[in-house]
């Protein structure tokens, strides 16, 4: 079963406008990473956030963690045609590093 | 390139065939893990080993499917008697043991399964 579950499920801007994809997951967590997906292909891990922490960026990365309401958020800014792609989040429960995916947003960015 | 290899790229096979799949990770990472991705899906865990050891298998893993990973090395996934339920994309994907540290997990570009 998947813990994470992404809003929204697709996402259509304009290249230049900033784009926010959101994460809502269900257990406790020792972290929080997202990844992107282009079409077919395997997955690129973008940034990672730890339960203790509550905001991180990466270049045009933002990520923010409120594990009081069990929910994090990506924020990329002045997106790019490159950046079209699914984006998960995946949460680490415990344990072994087993990731539990959400469905995961698609982005579309338009140049 | 190091980065996690997996062979076939694609795979088509007719219902009730075998099939097996590699994964080569990064080399010095100890862990090693299965994934299966269906279309519009996230990825879903199948299976983790820390070196040759399987530590963990999820419930999707039937009793058709089966991974080695004989010498700490590269991964094997078998699927015997395929159905159509199993068309899928399988990901491969491997991670360093850094005690305390929550790591990163590196995928391969996956092997696309398709049962017809």
């Known amino acids: 079963s998947q813990q994470g579950e992404e809003d929204p499920q697709a996402l259509s801007i304009q290249e230049g406008e900033n784009a926010t994809m959101n994460c809502s997951y269900k257990?406790?967590?020792?972290?929080l990473q997202w990844y992107r997906q282009n079409s077919g292909r395997g997955l690129v891990h973008l940034i990672l956030i730890r339960s203790n922490e509550r905001e991180k960026h990466s270049g045009r990365l933002r990520v923010t963690l409120d594990t009081s309401k069990k929910s994090s958020s990506l924020l990329i800014t002045a997106s790019r045609a490159a950046d079209t792609a699914s984006y998960f989040c995946a949460t680490d429960p415990g344990g072994y590093n087993k990731l539990i995916f959400g469905a995961g947003t698609r982005l579309a960015v338009h140049p | 390139d190091t980065g996690v290899s997996q062979d076939p790229r694609h795979k088509i096979t007719k219902r009730g065939q075998n099939v097996t799949f590699r994964c080569d990770p990064i080399s010095e990472h100890n862990r090693l893990y299965w994934y299966r991705q269906t279309l519009g899906q996230g990825p879903e865990f199948l299976t983790y080993?820390?070196?040759?050891?399987?530590?963990?298998k999820s419930r999707l893993l039937s009793d058709r499917f089966s991974a080695e990973r004989p010498k700490g090395s590269f991964s094997t996934l078998e699927i015997q008697r395929t159905e159509q339920g199993d068309s899928a994309m399988y990901l491969c994907a491997s991670s360093p043991d850094k005690p305390l540290t929550p790591d990163t997990q590196y995928f391969g570009p996956g092997t696309r399964l398709t049962v017809l």
């Open positions: 080993f820390q070196n040759e050891a399987q530590l963990e």
């Open positions: 257990t406790s967590i020792n972290n």
